[in-house]
């Protein structure tokens, strides 16, 4: 049975079956782990992409890596509104990136669902347990703190930290940004 004829159920038990196949690989078995990840996702990854077990998915098939992404242990993908992981991107350890959330309303909080993607541009690096919410957007080369809480855009060549994530500094476009290390 293919992805698309799965109900909403049926992909979160499709996504949590295939995470506990994946975090019972070992870290040595990087072409499995790549293997794992690209059936989770129902497409191909490139061979650069280097994921640490474990990690968790809702849906899986709603999200869409580039290549040399790096992915550290205890990472949560909640992918229901989509996430888009550009080139050249490092996510530390116990990141969440969540696209989806319930309304504020409490009547419709149990049988509503809220979505919005979260795109994730070229060489970004996202500190550990950083949390990105839905509809967020990180800019090319930013960084975001480690424990930040991301709930709006991340302009790019910027530093995010804190909760509410807030831009501390900005880098020069030709200036290394690696003074310090922030996550």
């Known amino acids: 049975m293919s992805t698309a004829d799965l109900d909403f159920a049926g992909r979160v038990r499709r996504a949590i079956r295939l995470t506990e196949e994946l975090n019972a690989l070992r870290y040595e078995e990087r072409e499995r782990i790549r293997a794992a990840w690209s059936e989770l996702t129902d497409r191909p990854v490139d061979e ?104 709006r855009d991340v302009p790019p060549r910027s530093l995010v930290a804190g909760n509410p994530a807030r831009v501390l500094r900005e880098f020069d476009q030709d200036r290394r940004a690696d003074q310090g290390d922030p996550a």
């Open 48 to 151: 650069t992409f280097h994921l640490i077990p474990p990690v968790y998915s809702d849906h899986g098939i709603n999200i869409r890596v580039g290549r040399d992404v790096f992915v550290n242990q205890g990472c949560r993908f909640n992918d229901i509104g989509g996430i888009e992981i550009g080139d050249e991107v490092m996510i530390g350890p116990d990141v969440s990136l969540i696209s989806s959330g319930h309304p504020l309303a409490p009547a419709e909080r149990r049988s509503g669902v809220t979505s919005a993607p979260i795109t994730i541009g070229r060489n970004v690096w996202i500190g550990a347990s950083a949390i990105i919410l839905q509809g967020v957007t990180i800019g090319v080369d930013a960084v975001v703190a480690a424990g930040s809480v991301v709930t």
